[in-house]
């Protein structure tokens, strides 16, 4: 399993999980109108800490092994996917035509960002 600490590999795999947590926690709270604004802040608060706890040795593991854009692309393409995801499974809201083409738009967008110099 030593592919997993590859300094290309680990940052994917810990972008994707924190990614997760990030979602949760921006939009986790809507599943649950009856808390109260403190309550939901509180909740998105210490889900997004476990976000921050995977999403910055990700950066740091992968910056060399990518640039800093690159790393923030990755992020971002990750984002979406794991966003529709939640979106669909977890609040019931399958993505329009138009939001997977704008989604599609940017991933290509992703495209320009590792090719050469």
Same mark, same amino acid.
């Not at 790393?71 to 939640?86: A, H, M, N, S, Y």
């Not at 989604?103 to 590792?114: C, E, K, R, T």
């Given at each position: ?7 290309? !590999?680990?940052?994917? %795999?810990?972008?994707? &999980? ?5 979602? #949760?926690?921006?939009?986790?709270? @809507? $599943? ?17 800490? !476990?976000?921050?706890? %995977?999403?910055?040795? &990700? ?5 060399? #092994?990518?640039?800093?854009?690159? @790393? $923030? ?45």
């Amino acid at each position: 399993m030593s592919f997993l600490r590859a300094p290309t !590999v680990a940052p994917i %795999l810990l972008l994707c &999980a924190s990614n997760l947590f990030m979602t #949760a926690a921006w939009y986790g709270h @809507l $599943k649950l109108p009856r808390l109260t604004m403190p309550q939901a802040i509180m909740m998105g608060w210490l889900i997004a800490f !476990v976000e921050y706890c %995977l999403a910055v040795p &990700a950066n740091r593991i992968g910056y060399g #092994a990518y640039s800093a854009a690159q @790393l $923030k692309t990755i992020q971002e393409v990750i984002t979406l996917v794991i966003f529709t995801g939640f979106s669909f499974f977890v609040l019931g809201e399958a993505p329009s035509w138009r939001t997977l083409l704008g989604f599609s738009l940017i991933a290509a967008g992703a495209f320009f960002i590792f090719q050469s110099k």
